[in-house]
Structures are given as structure tokens and as C-alpha cells.
T-cell receptor, first 114, second 119 residues
Framework: TQLLEQSPQFLSIQEGENLTVYCNSS?????LQWYRQEPGEGPVLLVT???GGEVKKLKRLTFQFGDARKDSSLHITAAQPGDTGLYLC??????????????WGLGTSLAVNP | NAGVTQTPKFQVLKTGQSMTLQCAQD?????MYWYRQDPGMGLRLIYY???????DKGEVPNGYNVSRLNKREFSLRLESAAPSQTSVYFC??????????????????FGNGTRLTVT
């Protein structure tokens, strides 16, 4: 069974600090998606990484897919209170066809204090 | 754009009662999904529908039934609610589906959830 482990589980930091959260597996994924979920809402896609070693930037957020496509990281520079939320990673199995084989991590709950 | 709309937002049921959770998307997506989210368990797929007229079980289908009424709507029914079904339920949709060649990288678009308590 493929598993995705996210770390840390919880993170509380001050505004302006940098942070990195991790999404690790022993299995290879064809792609990896990162979502952010705010309280009372559904997850919202941030980015999809597909190629091993790929780096994508979304303003202050930098996403990296490991060379072997088994792990990914999310780095936030100068965190702001608006970054508060649950960050979820989801790995796609090859040939899944319609995302039914998405494997979800349990998430990193981030609190950015003003 | 409304995106994915779920109703109701909150529901309290007694053990043994039945109810249907409604979901509709206005993005002309092919696939629709029902997930439940529980502390320490993450998001778990209950059922999905890769195209209008087809439905398939996910990892936790017991106690649930679904109907893909048309391309827009996908409902989830609890026939006899149990306390173990207390959860937050999310409907999602994606452009990926049948027939190919839609990419498996297609993102999921989620509704805002239904918070269900079974007492």
C-alpha cells in the first residue's frame, strides 16, 4: 500500500519566519499535488509537480519534487497570517486515469501568528 | 462561478436515520468524488464516478450508496446512519475521467463540505 507521510504534523511560527514542510513516501508517484485547506472549507489546489527534480514557485511558496519522484517539499518564505491552514499533499499513481488512485497525506497544520 | 456546491452544510442524525448529501458542479467536469475527512485519518475516498452513468467504490464504501444523476450532480446516501459515520464529507470534481486522454494530473475541485454528526 502506498503511503504519504507529511511532516511536521503541526507547526506554529511567527509572521516573517521561513518554513519547510515535507511529503515523503517509499513509493514512486507519477505526480504530486499540494493543496491548502482553510477551516470550514474544502482543499484548494496550490500546485502539481510532475517531473523529478521539478521546482515550481507560487509567490512566496516554493515546491520541489524529488529526483526519484518519491518525495516533495514546500518552502514558505516570510510567512504571513494568511498562510495559516492545513497543507495536504496527494500523490498520483501512474495510469490512474481519473485521480481515483490519489494517495493523500494527513497534512501539516500551519499557524502563522502576527 | 459556483464551482462545487454541497448541501446541506450541517446535519445531525440519530442512529438508524437516512439522508442524502447533494453535490453539484458547474464546470462540465467528467469525474466526481465523495470523500470523508476524519482527524488522524485524512481524506478517504468513499465512491467516485468517472463519467455520467458509472460509479465505483473507493476505499471506504460500506454504509453508503451513490447516484450520478447526470453530469452535474452526484449524491451520497446514508441508508441507516451509524455514529462511525460522523465526519466531514467533501464532494470533489475533476476534468479527468472517461474516456481518455484526460490527464491523471488534473486537479480536484472541492466543495466546502457537509459536517455530519450521528448520535
Amino acid at each position: 500500500t502506498q503511503l504519504l507521510e507529511q511532516s511536521p504534523q503541526f507547526l506554529s511560527i511567527q509572521e516573517g519566519e521561513n518554513l519547510t514542510v515535507y511529503c515523503n513516501s517509499s513509493s514512486v508517484f507519477s505526480s504530486l499535488q499540494w493543496y491548502r485547506q482553510e477551516p470550514g472549507e474544502g482543499p484548494v489546489l496550490l500546485v502539481t509537480v510532475v517531473t523529478g527534480g521539478e521546482v515550481k514557485k507560487l509567490k512566496r511558496l516554493t515546491f520541489q519534487f524529488g529526483d526519484a519522484r518519491k518525495d516533495s517539499s514546500l518552502h514558505i518564505t516570510a510567512a504571513q497570517p494568511g498562510d495559516t491552514g492545513l497543507y495536504l499533499c496527494a500523490g498520483g499513481e501512474a495510469n490512474a486515469g481519473n485521480n481515483r488512485k490519489l494517495i493523500w497525506g494527513l497534512g501539516t497544520s500551519l499557524a502563522v501568528n502576527p | 462561478n459556483a464551482g462545487v456546491t454541497q448541501t446541506p452544510k450541517f446535519q445531525v442524525l440519530k442512529t438508524g436515520q437516512s439522508m442524502t448529501l447533494q453535490c453539484a458542479q458547474d464546470m462540465n467536469h467528467n469525474s466526481m468524488y465523495w470523500y470523508r475527512q476524519d482527524p488522524g485519518m485524512g481524506l478517504r475516498l468513499i465512491y467516485y464516478s468517472a463519467s455520467e452513468g458509472t460509479t465505483d467504490k473507493g476505499e471506504v464504501p460500506n454504509g453508503y450508496n451513490v447516484s450520478r444523476l447526470n453530469k452535474r450532480e452526484f449524491s451520497l446516501r446514508l441508508e441507516s446512519a451509524a455514529p462511525s459515520q460522523t465526519s466531514v464529507y467533501f464532494c470533489a470534481s475533476s476534468i479527468a475521467g472517461l474516456p481518455p486522454p484526460w490527464s491523471y494530473n488534473s486537479p480536484l475541485h472541492f466543495g466546502n463540505g457537509t459536517r455530519l454528526t450521528v448520535t
